[in-house]
């Protein structure tokens, strides 16, 4: 299938509703400039994540997997006067770029980037009584996903948005005799999301700008 359309049509909603200042743009060219990887968020997903901020009145924000802050400044600018972001990242040098964006983006009193590997920074932040968060975003490798999601469930309360990028893979999850464990990854994480009754969710496909993917989303239900 042609996906030029998708593309044109990501760059449509971009300029009505999507648009990237010169601190996003910036940002961007931080991760060529540093050699890392052009895997974050598009522009329209970033404003997917501050509507479903919006909706969610969210004031407290965790991330995992924060490479250059991109995600993070969006979902920054989403937060209201007292909000606080608290994102992950295992590399030191992908931190240090995001810290160096973050600050230029004015933010640096609200967001902390912690470094360390998210398996063993996560139990730490429950045994510390950290959280319960309003919404928490999935963006960190994708072997994990399924702990994440479980630690993740810990960290929230009734109502908390928890989403989690990257679980379609181009339509990957469909084969289940992938061998690449990323696929693999989010496969196990779709069947546990779908097995977990203490929540709603679902995935929506994500076209545009960036390969082909899913994002899943899933809120936790309140007691009734
Ligand atoms: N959310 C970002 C993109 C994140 S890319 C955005 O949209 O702008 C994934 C990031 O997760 C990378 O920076 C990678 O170094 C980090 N990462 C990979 N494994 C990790 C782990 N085990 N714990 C924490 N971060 C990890
Ligand atoms: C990859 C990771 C991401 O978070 C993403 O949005 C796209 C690609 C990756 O590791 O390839
Ligand atoms: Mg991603």
């Keep these: 299938m042609d996906k030029d359309i998708f593309k044109k049509v990501d760059e449509y909603i971009g300029d009505l509703l999507g648009q990237e200042d010169e601190v996003l743009k910036n940002t961007i060219q931080s991760l060529d400039q540093a050699g890392?990887?052009?895997?974050?968020?598009?522009?329209?997903?970033?404003?997917?994540?501050?509507?479903?901020?919006?909706?969610?009145?969210?004031?407290?924000?965790?991330?995992?997997?924060?490479?250059?802050?991109?995600?993070?400044i969006w979902l920054a600018r989403a937060l209201p006067e007292d909000g606080k972001i608290i994102t992950l990242e295992i590399d030191e040098h992908h931190a240090e770029v995001a810290r160096r964006n973050i600050a230029k983006a004015g933010f640096s009193d609200k967001?902390?980037?912690?470094?360390?590997?998210?398996?063993?920074?996560?139990?730490?932040?429950?045994?510390?009584?950290?959280?319960?968060?309003?919404?928490?975003?999935?963006?960190?490798?994708?072997?994990?996903?399924?702990?994440?999601?479980?630690h993740a469930l810990a960290l929230s309360r009734p109502g908390t948005l928890i989403?989690?990028?990257?679980?379609?893979?181009?339509?990957?999850?469909?084969?289940?005799?992938?061998?690449?464990?990323?696929?693999?990854?989010?496969?196990?994480?779709?069947?546990?999301?779908?097995?977990?009754?203490?929540?709603?969710?679902?995935?929506l496909q994500t076209v545009g700008a960036k390969d082909y993917d899913g994002m899943a989303i899933a809120v936790v239900n309140r007691a009734n």
């Design 111 to 150: 967001v902390k980037v912690r470094v360390g590997k998210a398996l063993d920074l996560l139990p730490q932040m429950e045994a510390d009584g950290e959280g319960p968060f309003d919404m928490i975003f999935v963006d960190a490798d994708k072997p994990p996903y399924a702990e994440y999601f479980k």
């Design 36 to 72: 890392m990887p052009q895997i974050s968020v598009s522009a329209n997903q970033g404003k997917f994540l501050q509507v479903l901020m919006a909706l969610g009145n969210v004031k407290t924000v965790l991330e995992l997997g924060t490479l250059g802050g991109y995600s993070t």
């Design 163 to 203: 989403i989690c990028d990257n679980v379609i893979r181009e339509g990957k999850v469909l084969d289940a005799e992938s061998t690449d464990e990323r696929v693999q990854g989010v496969q196990r994480f779709n069947q546990l999301l779908a097995n977990t009754l203490q929540v709603t969710a679902t995935i």
